[in-house]
């Protein structure tokens, strides 16, 4: 089965930047949705930004701060995030949704295993 495997999360003062990278164990032929949730600790998990179709949505808590883009030739997705605020602390989680490879074809939701951020002094 095709897995989404996160990188990049880590140890970031309020104001710096961090490069999240999603990466597909196989080539992707044709993806639903992609993109980025987070979980804090006794919170719910919360849209981040997603790609629906060519069409982007982004939390309102990170728009214009957070930037998602795909790398088609690395069948990867990013989330470039700036300017980060403690309360960008949490787990996030790459998703993605009715996945078609090569070889696989998965009608539903997809899920990484998440990659820590904090974001603190």
């Known amino acids: 089965q095709v897995q989404l495997v996160e990188s990049g999360g880590g140890l970031v003062q309020p104001g710096g930047s961090l490069r999240l990278s999603c990466a597909a164990s196989?080539?992707?032929?044709?993806?639903?949705?992609v993109g980025w949730y987070r979980q804090a600790p006794g919170k719910q998990r919360e849209l981040v930004a997603l790609?629906?179709?060519?069409?982007?949505k982004y939390g309102d808590s990170v728009k214009d701060r957070f930037t998602i883009s795909r790398d088609y030739a690395k069948n990867t997705v990013s989330l470039q995030m700036n300017s980060l605020k403690p309360e960008d602390t949490a787990v996030y989680y790459c998703y993605a949704n009715d996945v078609i490879t090569i070889t696989t074809i998965l009608s539903g939701d997809l899920w990484g295993q998440g990659t820590q951020v904090t974001v603190s002094s």
């Open positions: 196989k080539t992707i032929v044709s993806i639903a949705s």
């Open positions: 790609l629906t179709r060519g069409l982007t």
